[in-house]
T-cell receptor
């Protein structure tokens, strides 16, 4: 069975601080995908990134960066110089990749990030 | 940019009543998902369609929930009768048919259901 754990329920930072959101996963699959989604107060889930289990290169996109470490089953997300607009709930998710069709996402419980002035 | 459409955005209903939600995926997307998100938790899959066929409905409470995607395009999720515990956000998502992108899911704005 797949499982995603986001141990941080809520994080509060002051604007311009860096913040890291932790994600630990469990799966028996050898091939899988990892995702991060952002859920602002409006409720819609916004896709941020997808990583293939074979690709352990870290990725940077503007102020966002992701650190994938297969050895520790972690896929952490860092926001550099946080801004008030980053305030949202962030979800880490996992899906199988060995199926012929797309497969469901298994989500963590989310981390609520509050960025204040 | 194409989006997943859902309606209604908000629904309040009394317990034991019937309620239905509608989803229109991004044009051309083969896979459609319905997720339920209880307040303070992550979304959980209720049902997954590949075109008009159900791929996974193992977590759908079939005694009261039903879902259909008759022509392989839009979809309806129904609850009858609604119970207090059904209060949640119901999210629809879709994935492209393209092999390299079929693992990307794009979500609609959701329907927030309150059962009183």
């Amino acid at each position: 069975a797949q499982k995603v754990t986001q141990a941080q329920t809520e994080i509060s930072v002051v604007e311009k601080e860096d913040v890291t959101l932790d994600c630990v996963y469990e799966t028996r699959d050898t091939t899988y995908y990892l995702f991060w989604y952002k859920q602002p107060p409006s409720g819609e889930l916004v896709f941020l990134i997808r990583r293939n289990s074979f690709d352990e290169q870290n990725e940077i996109s503007g102020r966002y960066s992701w650190n994938f470490q297969k050895s520790t089953s972690s896929f952490n997300f860092t926001i550099t110089a946080s801004q008030v607009v980053d305030s949202a709930v962030y979800f880490c998710a996992l899906s199988e990749a060995d199926t012929g069709t797309a497969s469901k996402l298994t989500f963590g419980t989310g981390t609520r990030l509050q960025v204040t002035l | 940019e194409a989006e997943v459409a859902q309606s209604p955005r908000y629904k309040i209903t009394e317990k034991s009543q019937a309620v239905a939600f509608w989803c229109d995926p991004i044009s051309g997307h083969a896979t459609l998902y319905w997720y339920r998100q209880i307040l303070g938790q992550g979304p959980e899959l209720l049902v997954q369609f590949q075109d008009e066929s159900v791929v996974d409905d193992s977590q759908l409470p079939k005694d009261r929930f039903s879902a259909e995607r008759l022509k392989g395009v839009d979809s309806t999720l129904k609850i009858q009768p609604a119970e207090l515990g059904d209060s949640a956000m119901y999210l629809c998502a879709s994935s492209p048919r393209t092999s390299g992108r079929r693992y990307e899911q794009y979500f609609g704005p959701g329907t927030r259901l309150t059962v009183t």
